[in-house]
């Protein structure tokens, strides 16, 4: 057993399902400690985070991931038991093996090498670790950032260990990621009998166009790195529950994708426009997951795009595509920023699974990084 499967492996066994990271920040820790890291804790609410630091000149090269996983579903669909790390025909089984704890195990040994291999380098490491990325992202990642960002600490270069990879490990690395907004729209009428419905306003027949419009409307054509906004309605709801009830009020929630053509202030202002240009009453209630963030191709890109070619021979893809990731709260700071981490047709599944051979070779793809960026002496 490497040492890479050896800690993914003991994280696999800590059940740490959003927000609870079940003891595997403390394992973590004890890891970086032991190398002589600066460790941190910054528990906010229910969640744990921390951030460790080793040296204190820049640039700072920051690893950041979760420890927190999603439900695993229901138990008996699993092959293996989901928090019982298996290793079958090459394989490693459980939940958060893809998602990310492979990833921060592959951040943690690579460190470990490089350090034992260089005791002097240009700059700083660090850690930026949470167990709040899976649930509402409100107590992790970007409050650890308001903290770094109020004593004008800055992270130079982040590399988040999200999924990326599609076929083969270092296929394809995120660079950026759409915005999203959220919508939770409530349409107004008046409840009745449906058999004397000139004594009702049904809001299901007055929010019909208004949603049509929104759901055609072109909002951007996207560019060269970002797909056209989209816009998609994720739930709708009215009714009593019975079949002779005009219901009082619909509810509906929507989201924008949306993409650097578009802000926020934008979005908000042409929904707007649009459902007032309909005569109905509504109100609208607006939540912001994350503005777009892309990072422009420079030494972070080149230096891991080089690394994966030269550790397993892959030409790598930048892509933006997919949903959120934290490095919505990172990369507004300034930091040059991509994600890096295996395959992800497995996350979230029943059975998820990495290649054995593929942690390994992301550990070595990470050390590779640090030797390329920060030159050791």
């Not at 970086?32 to 985070?49: H, Q, R, T, Y």
């Not at 027949?205 to 560019?223: I, Q, S, T």
């Not at 397993?312 to 300034?334: H, K, L, M, W, Y």
Request: charged share 20%; aromatic share 8%; net charge negative.
């Amino acid at each position: 057993m490497t040492s890479t499967l050896s800690l993914c492996s003991a994280l696999i066994e800590k059940a740490s399902v959003t927000p609870d990271d079940a003891g595997c920040n403390q394992l973590l820790i004890d890891r970086l400690e032991a190398l002589g890291f600066k460790i941190e804790s910054m528990p906010f609410g229910d969640v744990n985070n921390f951030w460790a630091r080793l040296g204190d000149k820049a640039p700072v090269f920051a690893f950041a991931g979760h420890t927190d996983v999603v439900p695993t579903g229901p138990v008996e669909d699993w092959t293996f038991a989901p928090f019982t790390p298996t290793v079958r025909d090459g394989v490693l089984y459980g939940r958060g093996t893809a998602d990310m704890k492979g990833s921060i195990a592959a951040m943690v040994t690579a460190v470990e090498r490089f350090v034992a291999q260089n005791k002097t380098f240009e700059g700083s490491i660090a850690f930026l670790i949470t167990s709040d990325e899976e649930g509402s992202a409100i107590n992790g990642t970007r409050k650890v950032i308001d903290v770094l960002e109020q004593r004008e600490e800055k992270i130079d270069y982040c590399i988040v260990g999200e999924p990326s990879s599609t076929q083969k490990l270092g296929d394809v690395i995120k660079i950026g990621r759409r915005g999203s907004l959220h919508g939770f729209l409530t349409v107004h009428g008046v409840q009745g009998h449906v058999a004397y419905p000139h004594l009702a306003s049904n809001p299901i027949d007055k929010a019909m166009l208004p949603l049509h419009d929104l759901a055609n409307e072109v909002w951007d054509e996207g560019n060269e790195a970002f797909p056209p906004t989209s816009f998609q309605i994720s739930n709708i709801h009215a009714g009593t529950g019975t079949d002779n009830v005009i219901p009082g009020n619909l509810e509906v929630k929507f989201n924008f994708r949306f993409s650097t053509e578009l802000t926020e202030a934008d979005i908000r202002e042409r929904t707007q426009a649009i459902l007032d240009s309909h005569d109905f009453e509504y109100t609208l209630e607006w939540q912001l997951s994350g503005n777009p963030f892309l990072t422009a191709k420079g030494s972070l890109i080149d230096t891991v795009s080089a690394s994966i070619k030269h550790v397993n021979g892959v030409e790598t893809e930048c892509s933006t595509t997919g949903g959120t990731s934290d490095g919505r709260f990172i990369a507004p700071t300034g930091a040059q920023l991509l994600e890096l981490g295996p395959c992800n047709a497995t996350i979230h599944k029943v059975n998820e699974n990495v290649k054995v051979s593929d942690l390994d070779e992301l550990s070595v793809i990470y050390e590779e990084v640090l030797k390329r960026l920060l030159r050791p002496a």
